[in-house]
């Protein structure tokens, strides 16, 4: 099984979609997983959820739990299930519980400013 890690991501870390600024924080936490990209997890309290919309869309990782989906709407588009948190992760991943992850696309911007 893929070793899990969780650190403080270093610097400012901001989610950019349609022009628009939805995430920025100095609390988002990097998950390092192998065999897997580094992904950053942003605070709910840093993220404009106003641009988001759950989904009914849902899946299931071993090692962190059920993860729920959250569609991006800006002025000209819906992303569709961008964005993903873990409601109730597993314990050895609790530090991520109230962060989102949004997947990097030409659509959506994640990056350290």
């Given at each position: 099984m893929a070793e899990i890690s969780?650190?403080?991501a270093e610097g400012t870390?901001?989610?950019r979609a349609g022009g628009a600024v939805l995430a920025e924080s100095k609390n988002a936490l990097e998950l390092?997983?192998?065999?897997y990209p580094d992904v950053i997890y942003f605070p709910r309290d840093d993220i404009a959820m106003?641009?988001?919309d759950e989904t009914d869309h849902r899946t299931t990782c071993p090692k962190k739990g059920e993860a729920h989906y959250y569609s991006i709407v800006t002025k000209s588009q819906t992303l569709e299930n961008a964005a993903w948190c873990y409601g109730d992760p597993k314990d050895d991943v609790a530090r991520i519980k109230d962060h989102?992850?949004?997947?990097a696309s030409d659509a959506v911007t994640v990056e350290r400013v």
């Open positions: 969780i650190r403080k870390w901001t989610v390092v997983e192998d065999g106003a641009f988001l989102l992850a949004f997947y």
